[in-house]
Each structure stands twice: as C-alpha cells, then as structure tokens.
C-alpha cells in the first residue's frame, strides 16, 4: 500500500506571484502562506504599465477576492483556494488554504543575515513556521537563486517554482525534423500512393510504425545521394500523407535574391511561404539566418504576391527596460536602435537590386513604406488583419505575453515567431520556461503551424569558429 503523501505549507516569495499570478492555484491540496513582507512587496510594484506591474495587481486582486469571500473568523485558520471559480479552471486538484502572515514571528537569523531586508525577513517567516509545525513540510519557493542559496545554507527546504514549466529538459524540446531511417521505403513503402495536384505538387501516402510520432508540417528528410525531403500534410491512424518539399537552393528559385543554404532553411521557406501555414517558430543560433529568411518571405508575399498588406516587424526591448518613452520621436522612431538586425537584413535583400544609385534608394524607400516597426508596449487590444508579423527574439517573452501577442492575429495574418532559447534575458525565465518553448510545444499538434530549428550557421567562417570556440 502506498504510504499517504506528506501534506506541504508553501512559503510564497513575491517573485512567484509577479511571475505568475495563477500560482496561488497551482499546487494541488497543499496550503500557502503569504509573508506580510511580501504583500508590502506586491504593493510596491503595483505601478507601471510593465509585465510585472501587471501581475502583480492581478495578485493583489486574486487575494482580495478570497479575503472578500472568506468569514473573518475563516481568515485564520485559512481561506479555502477553491473558493474562485478561477481555481478549478487552473487545477481541478486545488484544494489547499491559503493562509496570511498576521502577527510578528520570533527567529533567530544568523548575524550575517539583518532581518530589515524584504529576502531575510521571508527566511525569518519560513524558520519559525517550521518551528511552529512540526507536523508539516514548510517549503519556500521562490525564482530567485541567491533566495534558494541562502535558506538552504539556513536548513530550509527551498524549491523554485515549476508550475509552469514546459519540459523537464530544452534538449526534448520539438526540432521540427526528423530523419528518416536508410530502410525507410522498404518499411513504409509496401502500400504507398503517389499523386500530383493542379499546382504540381507531388504526394505521397505512406503507412508504417513510424507513422504514429509525426507531427502535422513536420520535415522529414534522408541524408544520403537521393536528397528526399518532405513535410507531413495529414496523419491519422496508421497512414500520413506527405508532400515533396520545394528547393529553394537554386538560383531561379530564389526568395527575394536569397537562396536557402542548407537543409533547414529549405524548410524554413517552404513554411513560411506556406499560405494554409499560419504560425511558424524558428529557433537557431546567431548567424543561422532566421530574420533575413522572414524578411526575404515576407517581401516576396507583401510586394509580388500581395497576400499580405504589409510586414510588422517587433521584438522585446530587454536592455534599458520596457518604457521606450524616453527616446525621441515618434513609436517607430523609438524601436529603430532595437532594430539593427532588421535594418541590417533590409540593406542585404535591397542590394540584390541591379541598377543606379537612385534606382537603389527608391527600392529602399519602398521596401521601409512596406515594412512597419512596432513596439510590443502597445500591442494590447490591436487586431491585424493581412498582416506579416514577425516576432524577434521572442526566447525573452513569457507564456502570458506570447498568448497576449498571438491573439492580436486577425483574419489572413501570418504570425513568425524568431529566437534563440540561449539568449534569454529576461529575469526568472529559462528555456523550460520561456513563451516560446511553449508555444513550440502547444502547435506541433496544429496542422495550421510549423517549427524548424536551424543549425548551421551561414554568417561567416568568422562568426562559425567564433560560435564553437568561444
């Protein structure tokens, strides 16, 4: 017979709550409890129109309204969590109390450790209620190493918080590849159906065992003399239909004079110029090409197939903080310095144009009027419709923001996420966690989305031996 689980009393540091206010509901039958330091900390951060800023009164709110609905005499001996209709939505498990820090609590931190700031006066809390219950695990969990660090060194058991993390390990996440085995057509091969539509497209029904672990838009490819490349169309239960992927390698199949290096960027084309594709996620290093691939696409469906009004091009500003109000001139004027790499992408694809100077700048001054910049600070509430969006260094932006952004999408929109997951900057963020190892993951089922993760960089040989040695 199984033993029962021991029952735990979650200490709760504030970066928890700012990181993701749903936290409060995500922890199954164990209860909480809330330092009265951090409630002084939500308070502080209230303000702003930042991520944060945001959380943390979407906090502040979750606990009201479980004070609100809670008998004094209740607030105590702890409010129930399942009170909000709210909690059963996130985690028909969550059954636990939520309890409040209302008096002052005696523990004895070492000398080293002051008790007046807001990290060492949550260690004092989590010391004495593990004094105070014997009878319970108290486990504190926070984001922040150095918190961790410290109430190990103390003795207590420190936990980050994982609630929402999307995979155990970022070396599971989905490559949006496959290789297929030598013996592939001998396996697979036996009932196989071949047939062209109107547009010259070549399909092809396969059955076999490795039917089963194929992902809608997935590229499959052999790597010896034949060159077999393919993306997965349909898939039911024993059969998938697949269709012969486009080379984008030659010369006279250029995309806006950008022709695909290798095998991953073939795909990456196929994909993106894919107009039953809505979604596309490109993960690579730096120098792998990810924007100058959306770029060179975008181009191609904006001012020669004219699918799309115009391309929307935005990203995170990580270094100076999320308000650009302190730059001059107008909104695109203020995201130009975060733009490098789109103005750095813009001059390569305009230099493919033969002619004068002047011939030249005009084509500049057409593909700028084509190519708008936005900033992701006033994206809330926004629809757009034709538009191709594409998402820089999406790795720094959280589930919540990544969901906010995706469903600004209108009808014929295209949507390329772009990023790489060893570049995050965002406090409290890691690969497991970031919003786009979680969008990977929730569309590799959608047949309306594609992924690829590019490999090679094609930069230079500079820029190659600087990204392996360095």
């Known amino acids: 017979m199984t033993p029962p689980q021991e029952k735990k009393l979650f200490v709760l540091d504030t970066n928890v709550l700012m990181h993701d206010p749903a936290s409060l509901f995500r922890f199954q039958e164990h209860d909480l409890y809330i330092p009265m330091i951090v409630l002084e900390e939500l308070d502080h951060s209230k303000k702003g129109l930042s991520e944060v800023a945001r959380n943390a009164r979407q906090a502040s709110r979750f606990l009201d309204e479980l004070i609100h609905q809670a008998d004094s005499d209740l607030i105590s001996s702890g409010i129930a969590l399942n009170r909000l209709d709210y909690a059963s939505r996130i985690d028909e498990q969550c059954s636990g109390r939520l309890f409040f820090q209302a008096r002052r609590m005696d523990s004895v931190l070492p000398a080293s450790l002051p008790g007046d700031l807001p990290d060492n006066s949550i260690l004092a809390t989590t010391l004495a209620l593990a004094k105070e219950r014997p009878d319970s695990l108290v486990v504190l969990v926070s984001k922040d190493i150095n918190m961790r660090i410290k109430a190990s060194l103390l003795g207590i058991r420190a936990e980050d918080y ?57 590229f499959l490819y052999m790597p010896d003399e034949s060159g077999f490349e393919a993306l997965v169309r349909t898939r039911d239960e024993g059969s998938a239909v697949i269709e012969l992927a486009r080379d984008f390698r030659t010369p006279q199949h250029a995309v806006w004079g950008i022709q695909a290096r290798n095998r991953e960027q073939n795909f990456a084309f196929n994909v993106l110029l894919d107009p039953e594709i809505d979604f596309v996620t490109l993960l690579g290093t730096a120098g792998t090409g990810k924007t100058l691939l959306a770029l060179a696409a975008g181009l191609a469906q904006t001012l020669e197939a004219k699918r799309y009004r115009e391309i929307i091009m935005t990203r995170e500003t990580i270094p ?149 040695a360095l």
């Open 320 to 468: 100076l903080g999320e308000d650009i109000g302190f730059l001059p001139g107008t909104e695109e004027e203020k995201m130009t310095p975060w733009m490098g790499a789109l103005l750095d992408n813009l001059e390569l694809l305009s230099n493919h144009d033969e002619g004068s100077g002047w011939e030249r700048a005009a084509t500049n001054t057409l593909l700028l009027s084509r190519v708008k910049v936005r900033s992701l600070n006033f994206m809330r509430g926004r629809t757009f419709l034709n538009r191709y969006i594409i998402l820089d260094e999406a790795q720094n932006l959280t589930s919540k923001q990544m969901k906010t952004l995706i469903t600004r999408a209108g009808p014929g929109s295209k949507i390329v996420c772009l990023g790489n997951i060893g570049q995050i900057d965002t406090p409290y963020l890691t690969g497991t966690t970031s919003g786009l190892t979680y969008v990977v993951d929730r569309f590799k089922h959608w047949p309306h989305a594609a992924h690829i993760t590019l490999k090679r960089g094609e930069r230079s040989r500079l820029a190659d031996f600087a990204a392996e």
């Open 162 to 218: 994982h609630s929402d993390q999307v995979l155990d390990d970022i070396n599971l996440l989905y490559s949006g590849a496959q290789e297929l085995p030598a013996d592939f057509w001998e396996t697979h091969g036996s009932r196989m159906e071949s047939w062209h539509d109107q547009r010259g497209r070549t399909f092809y029904r396969v059955t076999g065992p490795l039917v089963k672990d194929w992902y809608p838009n997935q």
